[in-house]
């Protein structure tokens, strides 16, 4: 199967994916299952990597200022500038990406090759919105709250650098994150977020629910659907930085 078919069989699953839940009950449950697997599960690395790369991205600017006509405060406006424009959206989805995906990849893909979807497909439920709809809703709904909380922590981070390391007050840091704040680049994180969810949500969704054969190929298309995420999301990065901010 060629790019293209791939890629007509995946929007062919989206208009599955958003038709009317038949049961909503069922499909309320399932929304909370998929929002405490996808979206709180997901927190603690979040805020683990955040608050120690927002210190990296300080520490390295800081090191990289060795002319005295540079002001200081370019280290915390440089920080806010990186984690707000990248590194909280782009670099935390590829994280989820990895995460995320590989655990929708293969608990979707462990159910076809039980034939638990097949099962569902005798009882007239459409399995496409069963297992899909609530992944894309958790994580389009959820994300955008993790990735403002990154991009605190990453401030924050570079904050605590500077009081432990000595090498900029954290006055003149204060300064810097306080310097020309444009609350579009905020906007601009939050829509490529979304973006992102979606992507997390439904490529490997796509991938989990066409494999084919056993526990090995369900083990192969999850290394499959992170790599495609990861290219995908990319692209979409570069995308979507060139229409928004050009």
């Not at 904050?159 to 609350?183: C, K, R, Y």
Request: with cysteine; proline share 3%; aromatic share 14%.
């Amino acid at each position: 199967m060629n790019y293209l078919e791939h890629v007509g069989k995946y929007f062919l699953m989206l208009k599955q994916v958003f038709k009317k839940p038949q049961r909503a009950r069922v499909f309320r449950e399932a929304l909370f299952k998929e929002i405490e697997e996808l979206g709180h599960k997901s927190l603690g690395i979040i805020v683990f990597i955040s608050f120690f790369i927002g210190g990296v991205i300080a520490l390295q600017t800081a090191l990289n200022i060795t002319s005295p006509f540079i002001p200081k405060y370019l280290i915390g406006f440089a920080t806010k500038r990186s984690v707000i424009l990248e590194f909280a959206p782009t670099f935390c989805s590829i994280i989820l990406a990895g995460k995320v995906g590989s655990y929708i990849t293969s608990s979707i893909g462990t159910m076809r090759v039980t034939e638990q979807i097949d099962a569902l497909e005798v009882m007239g439920i459409n399995s496409l919105n069963y297992l899909v709809l609530p992944k894309i809703i958790a994580t389009v709904f959820f994300y955008p709250f993790l990735i403002v909380l990154s991009m605190f922590l990453g401030i924050f981070g570079g904050w605590v650098a500077g009081i432990t390391s000595g090498m900029f007050s954290h006055l003149d840091f204060i300064e810097g994150v306080q310097l020309d704040f444009n609350p579009f680049l905020v906007e601009y994180a939050i829509i490529k977020t979304l973006v992102f969810a979606f992507l997390i949500a439904t490529v490997p969704s796509y991938h989990g629910y066409y494999v084919k054969g056993g526990s090995l190929e369900v083990g192969k298309a999850s290394t499959q659907s992170v790599v495609w995420t990861i290219v995908i999301i990319v692209i979409a990065n570069y995308l979507l930085t060139q229409m928004l901010l050009t």
